[in-house]
């Protein structure tokens, strides 16, 4: 889908999604600047559309990407995972077509996460990366890792 919004509201989308800290795996100190995906992709933030979301319903999550160069035929993936480290759910995609991105583009990628009907309460993690659509092989960013986990996002079930 292509949608118009109007810049003011994108500046401001993209302020609150910037704010937000992004980490390494497995480390409690923020990442200090946008990671990048190879040389074609920069993270700008993400933000969860609706954080209330209970078992059962849709976890909305947008990632914000600026293009530094055309990518190749790549999936962008967020996994929740759970305390544990399992897998919760998932989205993997990239919904636009990479032949028509030029540098300097900024893409706004939904992932809708299908949350399952039974959840306890508690933190959950998002983990965010790409792999190439060919082999499967997850793509390294430039934090040098696979992938990076964004704040916790708490489910707290209504009574």
């Known amino acids: 889908h292509i949608y118009h919004v109007p810049r003011s509201a994108l500046d401001a989308h993209l302020a609150a999604a910037r704010s937000r800290a992004v980490f390494p795996p497995g480390s409690e100190s923020p990442v200090n600047s946008p990671p990048t995906v190879g040389d074609w992709l920069q993270f700008q933030g ?3 559309a609706n954080p209330e979301a209970q078992p059962g319903d849709s976890l909305l999550v947008f990632t914000y990407w600026r293009v530094l160069q055309p990518p190749p ?5 967020v996994h929740l995972l759970a305390a544990d ?3 919760v759910t998932q989205y993997d995609g990239f919904d636009v077509v990479v032949d028509d991105l030029a540098t300097g ?3 706004v ?3 809708t996460l299908e949350l399952p009907p039974y959840m306890p309460d508690g933190l959950y993690r998002l983990a ?3 792999y190439t659509r060919e082999d499967l092989e997850r793509i390294p960013l430039s934090t040098g890792s ?3 986990v964004l704040e916790p996002w708490q489910l707290v079930q209504n009574q």
């Open 73 to 77: 035929n790549i999936t962008l993936f």
């Open 85 to 87: 480290d399992q897998l």
């Open 128 to 130: 965010v990366g790409a």
């Open 46 to 48: 993400y933000e969860i």
């Open 109 to 111: 990628q939904l992932h």
């Open 146 to 148: 696979d992938h990076v």
């Open 105 to 107: 583009d900024l893409v």
